[in-house]
């Protein structure tokens, strides 16, 4: 079971997108300690009004017009019994939109409990959007895998296999037929849906690919940028065995493998790899074939099926003849 990333408040003024602009009002004590772990954003009005069992830990809570305004109708008095109502210890961190003037109150309350209170010039609607996308981008499931990550015809491909089997060689070869690197060595795999995959390469690797006996090669620099990609959605995983480790291998190609990233399942391709296979001329009918069953066509079922009608066929004649042998008989 993968683990579920978290980030700190402070990395999230570090992170955020800079339209955002968030500044730290007060409880800059829990910047470090206060840790985001979910991109589900709440609003603060209900746990004013006394339903603080709304309040989730692990959440940013949105302090907008709305929640200003409602605090800024009571008495002082009023103001500070709601605020200490809101159980402080188990919140996260507040935002504030639009630029908007907290009470002092909720200042001192954020200051000695060590909530961090941040605000933005952005206003609520836009600043949920923009905060949930970040979020969902920084907290998603991920997992690094040792392979090569390739854009083959708008499709992400997955090279997998052994050390040294040839991975980065048949990359290589692709990236000169005009396809595109987006990660070597390690692919940093992101699940941003229940059914989806992003890979990306670490900084330290993004454009470059290790060739033994070449040393490490500058991608852009020996191919152009057209040679690179971003972060590429995964869309099929191709695996590299060699011939004589291959155990069961479908001939047909009818049985279509699945393996699982994340718990997310994503077709898989097993090529056997021995001296003579062209291996970049396989990747890509693989990856061509894969388009095909997408859209839907299916060489190696269409192939069983004509093998069935002819089948059929052949015995409709058998019978035919045995009924007119008898009748002749008879």
């Known amino acids: 079971m993968f683990e579920r990333p978290t ?3 402070n990395d999230l003024l570090m992170r955020a997108p800079s339209r955002l602009a968030v500044q730290v009002i007060a409880g800059r004590d829990g910047l470090e300690s206060k840790v985001i772990d979910s991109a589900r954003i709440q609003k603060l009005g209900l746990a004013l009004a006394g339903f603080t069992h709304y309040i989730h ?4 809570q949105i302090v907008g017009q709305s929640e200003i305004w409602y605090l800024e109708h009571k008495v002082q008095e009023e103001r500070r019994d709601a ?17 908007l003037t907290p009470p002092i109150e909720l200042i001192e309350a954020s200051d000695k409990a060590g909530v961090p ?18 979020l969902h981008h920084e907290l998603a499931p991920r997992e ?16 997998e296999g052994q050390s040294g089997i040839g991975k980065s060689e048949c990359a290589l070869d692709l990236i000169t037929r005009g396809h595109r690197l987006v990660a070597d060595d390690v692919v940093e795999v992101r699940r941003i849906a229940p059914e989806r995959l992003v890979g990306d390469a670490p900084e330290l690797l993004r454009e470059h690919l290790e060739i033994r006996g070449l040393g490490i090669l500058n991608i852009r620099e020996l191919f152009g940028v057209s040679a690179m990609s971003g972060a590429k959605q995964i869309d ?13 291998l479908d001939r047909l190609g009818v049985e ?6 994340l718990d997310c399942p994503l077709p898989r391709v097993l090529l056997p790899v021995s001296p003579g296979r062209n291996l970049s001329t396989l990747v890509e009918t693989a990856t061509r074939v894969h388009l095909q069953r ?8 269409d192939f069983v099926e004509r093998h069935e009608r002819l089948l059929a066929r052949d015995e409709e004649k058998n019978f035919a003849r045995d009924e007119q042998s008898n009748t002749v008989e008879g």
Do not use: M
């Not at 830990?57 to 940013?60: L, T």
């Not at 895998?145 to 090279?159: A, E, F, P, T």
């Not at 997408?294 to 079922?301: L, T």
């Open 83 to 99: 605020i200490r109502n809101l159980a402080l210890e188990r919140i996260t961190c507040l935002l504030v939109t639009k630029n």
């Open 117 to 134: 209170l941040l605000l933005t010039p952005v206003v609520s609607s836009d600043c949920i959007g923009i905060v949930t996308e970040f």
């Open 144 to 159: 690094n895998r040792h392979g090569v990550l390739l854009d083959l015809y708008g499709l992400g491909v997955l090279l």
């Open 294 to 301: 997408s859209r839907g066509y299916d060489a190696a079922r």
């Open 256 to 261: 279509q493998q699945t393996i699982e990233i």
């Open 7 to 9: 980030i700190t408040v």
């Open 236 to 248: 099929l995983s191709i695996r590299l065995e060699r011939w004589d480790e291959c155990r069961e």
């Open 57 to 60: 830990a692990g959440r940013i």
